[in-house]
């Protein structure tokens, strides 16, 4: 596949920005005051549980749902007004990827290459080379009534670079996917981004999943952007203002036994901690205002008290994930 032929200066350009993006349908506000900006070349993710105004928002950047306020751009145009122009810039795979069953794969994507406009030999070759990328090269003459729903998947993949977009929109790609094709998919996407400097948008409720490929990522919870940038800064940002919880477990080094009320008073006069809460059997959890994990081991080991678990409590994804993603709705 060809480099886009941007120049070094672009790396940083914005290619998709919303202000304000709003969409109601009646009184259910599925997006509410979307702020975004997404640069060239970055993987970025819509990260939320089913129903919070993922697949909206995508159909809003690509102009198939009008939005009931603000705006948005893509790559400088605006989708509301400009749908042929997006179109022709941008590749789009839905969830569920639609194909005529009675084609093979390669015929698929040859219809696609032609839809587009590109010359024959070129569409071949430009085919061919996708089949192989996205590992379909073995049943590219299989009807795609005879895929599996991985192959589908992959298929859908090869279908939006057929027209060498600038940037691609992926809802749920691994949806449906075994863990190794899932791993497969998301490596070759990885590759496409920093090969070509192409600017992916990913959405998923998946979070393992989008903590391994993605830059940057903003979670949607109920419509609204509750927090957005590198991933390892979420959790602050979502737990801001509210105390912070340490995990504690010990163990005697010296193979003896030390009190509950003892571990607690060593640990509650520390500068940052606000209570001590004994937790069953030799854990504990320290409430604080600051960071004191630092402060905990040293005055644990001075009492004679080995670690066996320290743990901040709130900043990790299985914490995100137990706070906001259990439940919801088909996307809206």
Do not use: W
């Not at 590109?118 to 379909?136: C, H, K, W």
């Not at 979670?219 to 940002?237: H, N, S, Y």
């Not at 600051?290 to 320290?310: C, F």
Request: charged content about 25%.
């Amino acid at each position: 596949m060809k480099m886009n032929g941007h120049h070094p200066e672009d790396a940083h350009e914005t290619v998709i920005e919303t202000q304000n993006l709003t969409k109601r349908y009646g009184d259910l506000v599925a997006v509410k005051g979307l702020n975004l900006k997404v640069k060239r070349g970055e993987i970025f993710g819509l990260l939320g549980p089913n129903g919070a105004g993922k697949t909206t928002t995508i159909l809003m950047l690509l102009g198939l749902t009008e939005p009931t306020g603000g705006s948005a751009r893509v790559l400088g145009h605006d989708p509301t007004r400009e749908v042929l122009e997006v179109k022709g810039l941008v590749g789009y795979m839905p969830e569920d990827v639609g194909y005529y069953e009675d084609l093979t794969g390669r015929e698929n994507l040859m219809y696609t290459a032609d839809l587009n406009g590109l010359p024959r030999q070129e569409a071949a070759a430009r085919v061919e080379r996708l089949l192989s990328q996205v590992g379909l090269a073995e049943v590219a003459d299989k009807r795609v009534e005879h895929y599996s729903h991985g192959m589908r998947q992959r298929l859908g993949l090869a279908d939006v670079l057929v027209k060498d977009p600038e940037i691609i929109i992926l809802d749920e790609p691994t949806q449906g996917i075994d863990p190794q094709g899932a791993q497969d998919l998301l490596k070759f996407i990885v590759r496409l981004s920093r090969e070509r400097q192409m600017t992916v948008l990913i959405s998923s409720h998946l979070l393992d999943q989008m903590q391994r490929i993605c830059d940057r990522v903003a979670i949607f919870v109920r419509g609204e952007v509750i927090a957005e940038g590198p991933i390892d800064t979420l959790g602050r940002q979502i737990m801001r203002g509210e105390s912070l919880v340490v995990e504690v477990e010990v163990a005697a080094r010296d193979g003896g036994t030390r009190s509950s009320r003892e571990i607690v008073e060593s640990l509650q006069d520390l500068p940052g901690v606000q209570k001590v809460e004994p937790s069953g059997g030799n854990h504990f959890l320290v409430h604080c205002s600051v960071d004191v994990r630092d402060r905990i081991a040293t005055q644990l080991v001075e009492k004679g008290l080995s670690l066996t678990h320290l743990r901040l409590r709130g900043y990790g994804l299985t914490d995100i994930y137990m706070r906001y993603f259990r439940g919801g709705e088909s996307d809206g």
